[in-house]
């Protein structure tokens, strides 16, 4: 033992680039089991943790533990190696930049972990509610890898900037590059841009039945770049999403009820009886349907063909079908009690009077 002590004793003793090397060598392998020791501990304190707690959070770091690679425990066991070590400046430089990347790597890596675990967790969250349509995980998903694009491009700026590359020309440059890249793709990025839009605002949803100017019907799928609508007629109308934010859109899913305006006419000649009695008749067809509800019913006006009557009632239900029927039903009854009454509808008619000439 003593012959042992002897010689560590010349060896630091030893003068000159050997003594620095020895020492380096001795940090390297000093470092490398510090920081695998480190390893381990923390991973035992995450998983007894994890045992004691429901929060899947604790899987994730155990993940992000377990998930180091060996290069980040050798370069970084090199890195503080290199003090004691005589290496010439772009060695030096070398190491540095070389501990850097593999750190910079591990961080970014950690922190895809997170964001995804961020990302899930607020969509499962969400959807045990009922509130996620697939338009809303569409972009959650491109917002999390948006959010991952960003930390990339931090972490590569922040290792050229300690390479003592300008990072403010190579941005300046990578700008102009970007502009025309974002000019030729202007109206992709406009309807993603409008994606994100729409799941902010939430103006219709998959499901809803909307109109657009002369075009109607059900949405069936909101992504990134369009919106997909099922018609009455039965095609898919594809619509892009940075149109959808441009124009005046009606949602009827939206509506609780529906107000109905109809009109009609009856001939001239009627007794006045009879004209006085049409609101109520109108009245008794109406809420003869319990999801009509009756407003009023007027003589309005009298016109070419006929007296003019104008009826306002409310369909308590946001169904086209629905509000449909109940106007067939409307219809169809007051047909029946006019034929019953006597009094004929008014249609485009012309008489014509011819008198001899004397």
């Known amino acids: 033992m003593t012959e042992i002590w002897d010689g560590l004793l010349r060896v630091v003793a030893v003068e000159g680039p050997l003594r620095g090397w020895l020492a380096a060598i001795f940090a390297f392998f000093a470092a490398l089991i510090l920081l695998k020791l480190s390893k381990g501990r923390l991973l035992a304190m995450v998983r007894r943790l994890a045992d004691r707690t429901e929060n899947d959070l604790d899987d994730v770091l155990t993940a ?9 425990f050798y370069l970084s066991a090199l890195y503080l190696g290199g003090f004691w070590a005589p290496l010439p400046a772009w060695g030096s430089r070398a190491l540095t930049v070389a501990f850097m990347a593999v750190v910079a790597f591990e961080v970014v890596i950690a922190l895809h972990r997170l964001t995804d675990y961020a990302i899930s967790r607020y ?22 890898g948006g959010i991952k694009g960003i930390l990339w491009v931090l972490a590569v700026v922040l290792l050229l900037s300690n390479m003592g590359i300008n990072v403010s020309s190579l941005l300046a440059g990578v700008g102009i590059g970007g502009i025309a890249i974002a000019l030729a793709a202007q ?13 902010a605002d939430k103006p219709f949803e998959v499901g809803d039945f909307i109109v657009i100017g002369n075009d109607g019907g059900t949405v069936e799928y909101i992504g990134l770049k ?23 859109i009606q949602n009827f899913r939206k509506m609780r009820r529906r107000r109905v305006v109809m009109n009609f006419g009856v001939v001239y000649g009627l007794p006045a009886d009879k004209l006085q009695a049409i609101p109520e008749m109108v009245r008794q067809a109406v809420e003869k349907n319990k999801e009509a509800e009756m407003e009023r019913c007027h003589l309005s006006g009298f016109g070419n063909s006929g007296l003019e009557y104008e009826v306002v009632f409310f369909v308590n239900s946001p169904d086209y079908i629905v509000y449909m029927d109940i106007r067939q039903r409307i219809n169809l009854d007051l047909y029946v009690a006019f034929e019953g009454e006597g009094i004929g509808f ?12 004397e």
């Open 226 to 248: 369009s919106t997909r609508i099922m018609t009455l007629q039965g095609e898919q109308m594809v619509v892009p999403n940075r149109e959808l934010t441009q124009v005046r």
């Open 123 to 144: 969509m499962d969250g969400r959807t045990k509610t009922g509130e996620m349509s697939g338009h809303q995980a569409a972009v959650m998903k491109a917002a999390g």
């Open 187 to 199: 109206s992709v990025l406009s309807d993603v841009f409008s994606s994100f839009s729409i799941y």
């Open 64 to 72: 992000i533990l377990e998930g180091i690679r060996q290069p980040f």
């Open 346 to 357: 008014a249609y485009p008619t012309q008489t014509i009077h011819l008198s001899r000439a």
